[in-house]
């Protein structure tokens, strides 16, 4: 009779991955938004590298990239994120 064998398939041991930094941006759809994060001034630098909208966001020292993320992507959907120069297309009459 098998008691319960103390024998496990050995998993496969993974290198402790570095939490991603490059997200997906909700503004362009590209995934080139990165994440810098200063603990000493509390404050971190959301930005995209595709559409180069750029945000400042006052986060607590536990947060991180993710969270960061999280609430930069909330603040974009709440219309709090200046999309910067390029997003919004003023309709230019080209009426000659
Ligand atoms: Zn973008």
Same mark, same amino acid.
């Given at each position: $009779?098998? $008691?319960? !064998? !103390? =024998?496990?398939?050995?998993?496969?041991?993974?290198?402790?991955?570095?939490? *991603?930094?490059?997200? *997906?941006?909700?503004?362009?759809? !590209?995934?080139?938004?990165?994440?810098?994060?200063?603990?000493?001034?509390?404050?971190?630098? &959301?930005?995209?590298?595709?559409?180069?909208? =750029?945000? !400042?966001?006052?986060? *607590? *020292?536990?947060?991180?990239? &993710?969270?960061?993320?999280?609430?930069?992507?909330?603040?974009? =959907?709440?219309?709090?994120?200046?999309?910067?120069?390029?997003?919004?297309?003023?309709?230019?009459?080209?009426?000659?």
């Amino acid at each position: $009779m098998r $008691m319960g !064998k !103390k =024998y496990r398939k050995k998993l496969p041991v993974r290198p402790p991955k570095k939490i *991603p930094s490059i997200f *997906p941006c909700p503004n362009c759809g !590209k995934k080139a938004v990165k994440v810098f994060y200063d603990r000493g001034e509390g404050e971190a630098v &959301v930005s995209c590298g595709n559409c180069k909208i =750029y945000v !400042k966001i006052k986060v *607590p *020292p536990i947060f991180s990239a &993710v969270d960061i993320y999280g609430r930069f992507v909330d603040l974009f =959907y709440e219309g709090k994120v200046e999309t910067g120069s390029g997003t919004v297309e003023n309709a230019q009459n080209r009426q000659s």
